[in-house]
């Protein structure tokens, strides 16, 4: 009794502690273990405010690992999924023993859409929750930006949707599980010339002012006139945040092209949907990655329907853990796990064996932070995981080694209440 009231009033402490750390800061999503009061402190000094998930398999002082995404903005449409992944991995991995016996623990930051939350949120995972590494951010853009925080802390990262040429050559701490543009996108050209072999002309729009679409288009660019031999007939250009495309769906039924390529985010790439085909577009089109969430669908209805995309993950994928995965989160959200879903379950699964695999080797509770960080970073570059993406290794620079990739095309409802991607390969 006595010591249950003690244990309370040390965590009143360190929540009091942890909100005046805050200070005018964003607050936390999810309740911290750790508190910024103890700024030396190893993870395994770290104070739990609550015990474990109750029935879980794991017990004693979670790990903490940071998941900075989108949860507002836009870029929410991505960082939504995100999230509900992460958390299923959180709950399956802590019901399975979570860090040989110790679970983990997720410490959400909010990014927003834009380069300063993502450095915001980066930081006060690094110095105030003390994680052990972060999951995140969710836009490449947001990447370039808030990165070299991490790399420079000596804090690992794997991102889990940065897509764009360069993500890991960022610095050391810093690896990816999401493929590059340059294997995934091709693979949805392929599929449309497969399905439609008369596919001569070919327009190609995307948003400059972000560093994912602007990769991506090169990648389609290349596609289109080095690989297949297509006709380019122009290239047009808007903004992630533009919400009128009359100046680029007239170009495109000025030009009259077979297919078309848009390389952006959701929001905005599903009104550009929605704008060529309510002015008349009746050709192809390809999406890329940020064509690749359901949260598309409520955007263009019923215009999305026929958008090919080339994804990196599939929700029919056969192996164990992808069944494990997809049924956990269809218990959860009541529909398929997306691409982003998928990811994010990967990207903290790899922590979790990581960590794992460290521990074997030296127990990571006697280890200091910065110098658990820094193997914990050497550890997940040298691993080798089963995830619902497959078998997954790193190369030396961190970038991921995936074998298999899907395309999918729209299905949507004849009046665009709903909708879901069909595998096509
Ligand atoms: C990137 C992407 C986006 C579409 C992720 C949501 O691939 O920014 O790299």
Do not use: H, W
Not at 394 to 411: C, H, L, M, R, S
Request: one cysteine or more; hydrophobic letters at 45%; glycine letters at 8%.
């Amino acid at each position: 009794m006595r010591s249950t009231v003690t244990r309370m009033r040390v965590a009143l402490v360190v929540l009091a502690l942890l909100l005046a750390a805050c200070g005018q800061g964003q607050a936390p999503s999810t309740a911290a273990p750790t508190a910024a009061s103890q700024p030396t402190a190893a993870p395994a000094a770290a104070q739990p405010t609550a015990a474990a998930p109750s029935g879980a398999a794991a017990s004693g002082e979670p790990i903490p690992i940071g998941i900075a995404v989108a949860q507002t903005s836009n870029v929410a449409l991505f960082g939504q999924e995100q999230v509900a992944g992460a958390q299923v991995a959180e709950q399956y991995f802590n019901q399975k023993g979570g860090v040989n016996g110790r679970p983990i623990k997720l410490i959400l930051q909010d990014t927003g859409g834009d380069e300063a939350g993502a450095i915001n949120a980066f930081n006060t995972l690094i110095n105030n929750y003390k994680v052990v590494g972060i999951v995140g951010p969710t836009l490449s853009q947001q990447a370039f930006a808030a990165d070299p925080i991490a790399d420079k802390a000596g804090v690992p990262v794997i991102a889990p949707s940065n897509t764009a040429k360069g993500i890991p050559q960022i610095g050391d701490y810093i690896a990816r599980i999401s493929a590059p543009v340059s294997a995934v996108a091709p693979n949805a050209v392929k599929a449309a010339l497969n399905i439609n072999p008369n596919i001569k002309k070919v327009v190609v729009l995307f948003a400059q002012n972000d560093a994912f679409s602007k990769s991506e288009t090169v990648v389609f660019q290349q596609t289109v006139t080095n690989t297949f031999k297509l006709d380019l007939l122009g290239v047009q250009t808007f903004q992630t945040t533009d919400t009128d495309f009359t100046t680029q769906a007239t170009f495109v039924l000025g030009a009259n092209p077979d297919m078309v390529i848009i390389s952006g985010l959701a929001a905005d790439s599903g009104n550009l949907v929605k704008q060529l085909r309510d002015l008349g577009y009746k050709g192809v089109i390809v999406g890329g990655n940020g064509l690749n969430t359901p949260n598309l669908f409520p955007v263009c209805k019923s215009a999305c329907d026929g958008i090919l995309v080339a994804q990196a993950y599939s929700y029919q994928s056969e192996s164990d853990v992808n069944k494990a995965f997809r049924e956990a989160f269809k218990a959860k959200q009541n529909k398929e796990p997306g691409q982003f879903s998928g990811q994010a379950f990967t990207a903290v699964q790899v922590f979790v064996e990581a960590l794992a695999a460290l521990d074997k080797q030296s127990p990571i509770a006697s280890a200091d932070l910065a110098q658990l960080r820094t193997a914990l970073n050497k550890q997940i570059l040298a691993g080798t995981y089963d995830t619902p993406l497959g078998a997954i290794s790193f190369t030396p620079e961190g970038d991921i080694n995936q074998k298999q990739f899907y395309v999918a095309q729209v299905k949507m409802s004849p009046d665009g209440t709903s909708g879901a991607f069909e595998f096509i390969k």
